[in-house]
């Protein structure tokens, strides 16, 4: 179901079969945001796992950006916007329990959203862990100072070992912090959401999926 959080940015909510459940699950999407790629995965971790999943777009207002645009335009999000959205997403959910996961840019608000303190785990798949160069901005805080204000243990990270995105020293950096880290080797970005992706592996992702879903459901 479309929905809108108080921001006004747009969400889709999902509740299992039987009605709202007492466990919630926030989605963030990667950089493209919102499409039928998500819509579908909220409803498939409503309907397999029996939460309640909410997701939100990224880019509010600026949905038909295309990929380049929103490279570019990364150095613009803030993360008191983002974070918001983030926990008003939760209580969308109607639960008190509420895990969080994320992919690419949204991986890297999972980590940033430590800080919260509203999340009890969060997984971060392939999730930068300190922000990008290009897209640094006065909103812009550093994932691993969030970890240090929150619950760092409470994070599982999906990470490919051959992402330029998640150099192997950020990843030592993320892992020292207390965080559990999955290393898959030989995997590229974006090898677990989307299997239109050429670097997609698919034994890998139903290892990724398996370990995630256990990690949030503990």
């Known amino acids: 179901m479309r929905t809108g959080l108080p921001s006004g940015t747009a969400a889709e909510l999902v509740h299992p079969a039987t009605g709202p459940s007492s466990r919630g699950l926030v989605v963030i999407p990667d950089i493209m945001g919102m499409r039928p790629l998500f819509d579908d995965l909220v409803a498939r971790l409503a309907i397999q796992q029996g939460w309640s999943v909410a997701a939100f777009e990224l880019f509010p207002g600026r949905e038909n950006l295309e990929v380049a645009d929103r490279l570019a335009a990364g150095s613009s999000l803030e993360d008191d916007r983002v974070l918001g959205d983030a926990v008003a997403a939760a209580d969308l959910t109607g639960a008190e ?28 798949f392939y999730g930068m862990i300190r922000v990008p160069d290009q897209w640094r901005g006065d909103g812009q805080g550093e994932p ?72 949030l459901a503990t």
């Open 97 to 124: 329990t509420v895990g969080i996961l994320g992919f690419c840019m949204g991986g890297m608000y999972v980590l940033k959203a430590v800080a919260t303190g509203r999340f009890d785990s969060h997984c971060p």
């Open 144 to 215: 691993l100072d969030a970890l240090a204000a929150g619950d760092a243990a409470s994070v599982l990270a999906v990470i490919g070992a051959q992402d330029a995105w998640t150099p192997s020293d950020h990843v030592d950096e993320l892992e020292a912090t207390g965080a559990t880290v999955l290393r898959y080797v030989g995997a590229d970005h974006g090898f677990v959401h989307d299997p239109s992706r050429p670097a997609h592996r698919a034994g890998d992702a139903a290892d990724a999926w398996r370990r995630v879903v256990d990690w």
